[in-house]
């Protein structure tokens, strides 16, 4: 299974002032360490493990996890709509709601 977690940096971007980058640098560093909100990019495990418990474990591990560091809020973000075991599971452990659906499509790009 896996599970990838990136801190959300925008809320220290829009606490910087100023129009340089210079200027927000210091202000960014100081920033980024109280972040409490983080975005999981990415949560799913192997078919073949999913009605072994290996997505309610990696929820519930994220969750303990994240509440031992400076994490409150999680978003969870491109999440395969497909891998529903693992969305049930992460309704268990945490109340979320679903408020966008991105979809992949593909088209040839010659004509022939």
């Known amino acids: 299974?896996?599970?990838?977690?990136?801190?959300?940096?925008?809320?220290?971007?829009?606490?910087?002032?100023?129009?340089?980058?210079?200027?927000r640098l210091p202000q960014f560093l100081y920033w980024l360490p109280r972040v409490k909100r983080t975005r999981v990019i990415a949560l799913g495990a192997d078919e073949a493990y999913r009605r072994k418990g290996v997505g309610i474990l990696l929820s519930t591990e994220m969750k303990t996890r994240g509440l031992r560091?400076?994490?409150?809020?999680?978003?969870?973000?491109?999440?395969?709509?497909?891998?529903?075991?693992?969305i049930r599971n992460t309704h268990r452990i945490a109340e979320i709601s679903?408020?966008?659906?991105?979809r992949l499509y593909e088209k040839p790009l010659s004509a022939s």
Not at 72 to 78: A, D, G, K, L, Y
Not at 98 to 102: E, R, V
């Open 1 to 23: 299974g896996y599970c990838v977690n990136v801190p959300d940096i925008n809320s220290a971007l829009r606490r910087t002032i100023g129009n340089s980058d210079w200027i």
């Open 69 to 86: 560091s400076a994490f409150r809020q999680w978003e969870f973000s491109w999440i395969d709509s497909k891998n529903e075991a693992s």
């Open 98 to 102: 679903q408020y966008k659906t991105y």
